[in-house]
């Protein structure tokens, strides 16, 4: 299925290096070089490649984005291509002449990883001592600054019971959203799959109490690689006898869970475009090809469109169109990104009606 317009988010890895040892990292980052970094040039080529085909909101981000001395420069040219861009980072680089430069870069957003409510539990997630206070401090530089920031958070078995906490600090720091991560296993989370994953039965009952307090907090509130809520929101809302509308549930009326070669994709530090980057599965490389005929014809992205290849669960399920299923947890568990979400609870009704 050829795409019908281009991405809506691109999240680029400019670089693998970083300052942290996280747990779960995707990229499994480290304070080293990397070989095959794309220079300036090359990206900056890239981008107006892009923004001549579609105009996507750009991510920068890592490893730790920060650590790339031209990653003001690269920001302004994206801005000056009609690009929206934001930066996601670990927040414990940002002094105030850092944050000025991301504001006077035109970023229009900061991510910035908050993994517990503590300095305790955040540190020993992200391996470093003290990075709890330095990106929270972060956080503040960047409030001082004029730029708006949010907390993304990585759901694990270390954290579920300080999810309330997580959000009223997002709420006192006057973060603009906090967007939960459910854990999905790829680079480092691979070995932390069987100790830090949770459950089925408790990926349910977080995306449900996701759901009461998404009605309840004023931040922009999002549940990220947890395709399950969008079927969540469909089947709490007809409980309450109500639609679903952008006016009371925001982006999830008007969006599918998983995103993966349809709305969103992810190009490496080479410059390998996955379909997202917890899917570890290579479309085509931007150095190689124009980025927008990877994106239009490239068969793995061609065929993530395409709904009627889900298998399992997925393919039966009635919600598939709103939900999809991780791609990357499958692929994960199977082998195959179109097998059947692992981490669901849910039996589609074709199947109840037959008994299995």
């Known amino acids: 299925m050829k795409a019908s317009s281009g991405p809506r988010l691109i999240f680029w890895e400019l670089t693998k290096r970083c300052n942290l040892r996280c747990r779960h990292c995707r990229a499994e980052a480290d304070d080293a070089a990397f070989s095959g970094e794309l220079p300036t040039g090359a990206i900056t080529g890239i981008i107006d490649d892009i923004a001549a085909f579609a105009k996507p909101i750009m991510v920068l981000t890592g490893g730790e984005p920060l650590f790339r001395d031209d990653i003001f420069a690269i920001a302004r040219h994206a801005r000056g291509r009609g690009l929206r861009t934001a930066l996601a980072t670990n927040g414990t680089l940002i002094d105030e002449a850092a944050a000025r430069?991301?504001?006077?870069?035109?970023?229009?957003?900061?991510?910035?990883?908050?993994?517990g409510s503590t300095a305790d539990s955040h540190d020993g997630f992200r391996g470093i001592p003290g990075s709890f206070e330095l990106a929270l401090r972060g956080a503040e530089r960047l409030a001082a600054a004029?730029?708006?920031?949010?907390?993304?958070?990585?759901?694990?078995?270390?954290?579920?019971?300080?999810?309330?906490?997580?959000?009223?600090?997002a709420e006192d720091r006057g973060a603009a959203a906090l967007h939960l991560f459910m854990l999905v296993p790829v680079g480092c989370g691979v070995e932390i799959a069987d100790t830090?994953?949770?459950?089925?039965?408790?990926?349910?009952?977080?995306?449900?109490?996701?759901?009461?307090?998404?009605?309840?907090t004023?931040?922009?509130?999002?549940?990220?690689?947890?395709?399950?809520?969008?079927?969540?929101v469909r089947q709490r809302a007809k409980a309450e006898g109500r639609s679903v509308a952008f006016e009371t549930n925001g982006m999830a009326a008007m969006t599918r869970g998983c995103l993966a070669g349809t709305g969103v994709c992810f190009i490496s530090?080479?410059?390998?475009?996955q379909p997202c980057g917890y899917l570890p599965l290579v479309a085509g490389n931007v150095t190689q090809t124009r980025f927008a005929d990877i994106w239009n014809d490239s068969p793995l992205l061609v065929g993530l469109r395409d709904l009627s290849n889900l298998t399992g669960k997925c393919g039966a399920c009635e919600y598939r169109g709103v939900c999809a299923g991780c791609r990357a947890r499958a692929f994960h568990a199977t082998g195959d990104h179109f097998a059947e979400e692992p981490y669901c609870v849910y039996v589609p009704q074709r199947r109840q009606r037959h008994g299995l």
């Open 101 to 115: 430069a991301i504001r006077d870069a035109g970023i229009m957003r900061v991510s910035i990883s908050i993994d």
């Open 146 to 169: 004029g730029v708006e920031f949010q907390f993304n958070t990585t759901v694990t078995r270390r954290n579920t019971a300080e999810l309330e906490e997580i959000l009223r600090l």
């Open 196 to 216: 830090d994953m949770i459950s089925p039965d408790e990926y349910e009952r977080i995306l449900n109490w996701f759901y009461d307090r998404s009605r309840e």
């Open 218 to 232: 004023a931040l922009e509130f999002k549940a990220t690689c947890a395709p399950h809520y969008y079927r969540i």
């Open 269 to 273: 530090h080479r410059g390998d475009v």
